[in-house]
């Protein structure tokens, strides 16, 4: 199997047991979903006819009255037709429309954020790699003891520091609620102004490890006969470090992308609740509070196709980065 | 910081946090009595202040610092475990059971943690959401990554001799994995477990945070949640918010250090090494010699170190035009060492401690760093030992070949670059057509070939190769030789040529250089060497050899 089969093959593997994951949860799990369900929905008067049961039934389980075998196919059917059910917490809006208003703006933060975490942590990494023995190995320590601040902490104190103190940035938000959500210059500007601070707290806590990764790997590649010939051939120092040593040690950092992923987008679900963004983390956690289990279930399934969808990505380019895993005929 | 240095720091600033949570709980008082005096700023009868109703903020700390850590140590013992039984059992079994694990190792890693837990978190009942539920949860999220790390060095473990011969011995496969597999995981088993105890704490206080933690226990999470919902920060209480961040960040930082030097020990490239002097300590008048290219005169090299290692010793040479000097020796006798001085491509700890090296006029332990950069590859290129690995394996050989003719020809067109590659590429006899190809897709012969023609882009006055034909066949290996003297006989370049096959340069070699324990013993001409061999060494060396026309046997 080519390289690109193999990892396409993979990463259906995970869809199917995160799907299925999300099937087994709420009915391993004690508790009844489906009764408080139904009384959150009376609560909101919306109308507690059985197909409304049926269709949360679906989703959270019969408690025993159908096989377990028709409730999956059902619910994977309601899944390939895009059906997650109605939210309760936002009735009677559907869970996709919940989901499909809130996505943008995580992408963007979390995507932005990583992206500017990544090349920043790789950077500095290489060069404090290269330039072992100067002032530049105390970046290290120093990140890493910032990787270990709890995230909602430091973005709580950023804004009691920044915000309430210097006035620098907005308490909290997505953007400015007077303005009109569109394509608009004023909207985009303050969109980007409110999220810069939630974007700071992500890439302040997650730029440590990668920049720790990538200094090791600098350190290992240094002592490789192709950094040793490329020195020989009287190439600049930037060049040797760039194209030589820096080329070699990124490629664990790419394929350990994955890794970093998870913990990036963990991290900014509690960072979006305590900027009270206008994301799809506050809305898992409104979800959670309000016993929304659709929501929940969805959001979920939703984070987990994006990192899935986000590492396949990372996956295929790896494989323009580096020749020999084309023709590698194992999975690693 | 010295390894030490980390490692004492880390012992200390986490042992203390260890302590505060183990003891000071005994001499705090009861973190829950409500008094009538909410938020009083640090001081007097409450060191750390008090909550918003009148807690006693340190004695919350105690407790909830307690509470963390032992949610830590819990998914950090169920985490490692898992990874172990994951990561280690499946590489070590192998076939299905590896493959199975790992892949379900890789998608538990590619489904994001934290996510899931809130999901889990928010079905179970508050009332049914003890420590040991979440510990549970947390672990069964956070084991995947150290699983990977595990069953890569098991894998490489398992093919290792001593591993091999317990299995084949007939040893059983427990006590192979507890005895030979195990110890030799530790340091990277305290690394991981290390994590998943900060990992765990981290996350537990997310959980917290949320609400969404272990409603039996209070962690430094709890205390968070309650600062924030009392508007600790609002009211510029940062007594009641700030100590138990601090705590999480300093013990977290804490376990950094200590993994830190965890990684030192597995990985010894990564210490700390001494501060860079220059290359070259001291160098001695130039001596000049008539026709000779480069003259080495009373060259030393010293390894500095606890105990310096003298690689060089007093070493002179001289290399005339179009000459090939063999220097032979066995491994460790200082060549290779001298090879790299010549161009100043020895590293720290090496240095020059005394000597000269003079290039056709030019005192090369007495250029500056550009101008050394310029003198590289443009009058003297190197072929070294092993091509497999001097050839960047991500980049085709255009790239490679062109990077010399880039840095050094500026003003060449990008066309007559082309040509000039394609053009070395043929005098090797690779077919210019593999000027694309990556180093991996050539065999190691051809691989060697590119190396010569890349040393020969520049037509420099002379090429050291080290060992350029150990690593081949006899087959290649002649070829080789052939192309090199063919070569220097077409485009009059002279060559160093090392290796520790005497019987080899004998016949390759115009003269020859003996170097034992960084001395040269012997040096004459390969006749003189071969008619008439002076020192004891180099007779010793003729004997071990079977020699390549077979007059003189190794029973000589």
């Known amino acids: 199997m080519g390289y690109h089969l193999r990892k396409i093959a993979f990463y259906l593997a995970a869809l199917w047991a995160a799907v299925t994951l999300n099937f ?7 508790g009844n979903p489906v009764d408080i369900l139904m009384a959150k929905l009376q609560q909101r008067g919306g109308s507690v006819d059985p197909a409304a049961r049926q269709a949360y039934e679906t989703l959270l389980g019969t408690g025993g009255r159908e096989s377990f075998v028709r409730e999956y196919f059902a619910y994977l059917g309601n899944l390939a037709r895009g059906d997650l059910g109605v939210s309760v917490s936002a009735f009677p809006a559907k869970v996709s429309d919940v989901i499909g208003d809130s996505l943008p703006w995580t992408v963007v933060l979390v995507g932005l954020a990583t992206l500017i975490s990544f090349v920043l942590g790789v950077g500095l990494g290489a060069l404090v790699g290269w330039k072992r023995g100067t002032w530049l190995d105390s970046l290290v320590p120093a990140t890493t003891m910032l990787s270990a601040v709890p995230y909602f902490w430091l973005a709580l104190i950023l804004v009691a520091l920044l915000s309430s103190g210097l006035g620098w940035f907005p308490l909290n938000g997505g953007y400015d609620v007077v303005l009109d959500p569109g394509w608009s210059p004023e909207f985009l500007g303050s969109a980007l102004y409110h999220g810069t601070l939630p974007a700071l707290t992500i890439v302040l806590s997650s730029v440590g490890g990668w920049l720790l990764g990538m200094r090791n790997m600098m350190v290992s590649a240094m002592s490789e006969d192709y950094v040793l010939t490329a020195r020989a051939k009287g190439l600049t120092g930037s060049r040797v470090m760039v194209r030589y040593a820096a080329r070699n040690a990124v490629l664990p950092s790419v394929a350990g992308f994955a890794i970093s992923l998870g913990f990036v987008v963990s991290g900014s679900i509690v960072t979006e609740q305590v900027f009270s963004y206008p994301g799809i983390g506050s809305k898992l956690l409104q979800a959670v509070q309000n016993n929304d289990y659709a929501l929940m279930q969805g959001i979920f399934l939703v984070i987990t196709i994006a990192v899935l969808g986000a590492n396949l990505l990372v996956d295929l380019l790896y494989g323009l980065i580096d020749a020999r895993t084309r023709d590698r005929s194992t999975v690693s | 910081m010295t390894r030490s240095a980390k490692l004492t720091t880390g012992l200390v600033l986490a042992g203390l946090i260890v302590l505060f949570g183990l003891i000071g709980p005994l001499l705090t008082g009861d973190p829950a009595t409500i008094r009538d005096i909410g938020l009083i700023p640090p001081g007097g009868d409450h060191l750390l202040g008090t909550t918003i109703t009148g807690q006693d903020v340190l004695a919350q700390l105690t407790h909830a610092t307690r509470g963390s850590l032992w949610i830590g140590l819990l998914v950090g013992v169920m985490a490692t475990v898992l990874s172990g039984v994951f990561g280690i059992v499946g590489a070590y079994a192998g076939g299905v059971v590896d493959e199975v694990f790992s892949l379900f190792s890789n998608v538990m890693l590619v489904i994001p943690g934290l996510p899931l837990v809130i999901v889990v978190a928010g079905f179970v009942p508050a009332d049914q959401r003890g420590t040991w539920t979440i510990s549970l949860v947390l672990a069964i999220t956070g084991w995947a990554a150290a699983a990977r790390v595990l069953r890569a060095q098991t894998l490489s473990l398992r093919n290792r001799d001593y591993v091999a011969a317990a299995r084949v011995s007939g040893e059983k496969t427990w006590r192979v994995i507890c005895v030979e597999i195990l110890p030799n995981l530790l340091p990277i088993l305290a690394s991981q477990f290390v994590f998943a105890v900060v990992l765990a704490i981290l996350s537990e206080a997310g959980l917290s945070f949320l609400g969404l933690g272990a409603a039996d226990s209070s962690t430094l999470g709890t205390m968070l949640y309650y600062a924030q919902n009392g508007f600790a920060l609002q009211r510029e209480a940062w007594w009641w918010f700030v100590p138990p961040g601090l705590i999480i960040a300093l013990f977290g930082g804490a376990l950094a250090l200590i993994n830190f030097s965890i990684d030192e020990i597995i990985n010894p490239a990564l210490r700390d090494k001494a501060r860079r002097r220059g290359d070259v300590v001291a160098t001695t008048p130039v001596v000049e010699s008539g026709d000779a290219v480069l003259t080495v005169h009373d060259l030393n090299v010293v390894y500095q170190g606890a105990s310096p290692v003298h690689a060089v010793k007093d070493v002179s040479l001289t290399l005339r035009r179009g000459e090939i000097l063999g220097l032979a020796g066995e491994s460790g006798c200082g060549k290779t060492t001298l ?5 100043r ?21 007495a250029l500056d760093p550009e101008e050394l950069r310029r003198f590289r590859w443009v009058r003297l290129s190197m072929v070294f030992q092993g091509a497999m690995n001097s050839l960047n394996p991500v980049t085709p050989i255009r790239a490679q070949l062109q990077d ?3 840095t050094h020809r500026p003003s060449m067109s990008s066309s007559d670059r082309e040509d000039r590659c394609a053009e070395v590429l043929r005098l090797v006899g690779v077919d210019p057509a593999r000027l694309g190809s990556y180093p991996h897709e050539l065999s190691g012969g051809m691989r060697q070939r590119v190396m010569i023609a890349m040393a020969l882009l520049l037509e420099p006055q002379v090429m050291i190769m080290d060992e350029p034909t150990t690593a081949l066949d006899v087959l290649v290996q002649r070829e080789i030789l052939n192309e090199i003297k063919r070569l220097r006989d077409e485009l009059r370049f002279a060559v160093v040529f090392i290796t520790h096959d005497l019987p080899l340069l004998l016949e390759l070699s115009d003269r020859i250089a003996v170097m034992r324990d960084g001395e040269v013993v ?12 002076q020192h004891p060494y180099t007779r010793r060396l003729l004997a071990s ?3 390549l026309t077979g007059e003189r046997g190794a029973l000589l």
């Open chain 2, 522 to 533: 012997e040096y004459a001409t390969a006749e003189e060497i071969y008619l008439r061999p």
């Open chain 1, 24 to 30: 087994v949860i709420p009915r391993l799990l004690p």
């Open chain 2, 345 to 365: 491509l020895h590293r720290p700890p090496a240095e020059v401690t005394s000597g000269s090296v003079v290039f056709d006029g030019i005192d090369v332990l």
């Open chain 2, 404 to 406: 010399v003719l880039r």
């Open chain 2, 545 to 547: 050899f079977p020699s």
């Open chain 2, 339 to 343: 090879a790299y001085a010549i161009n």
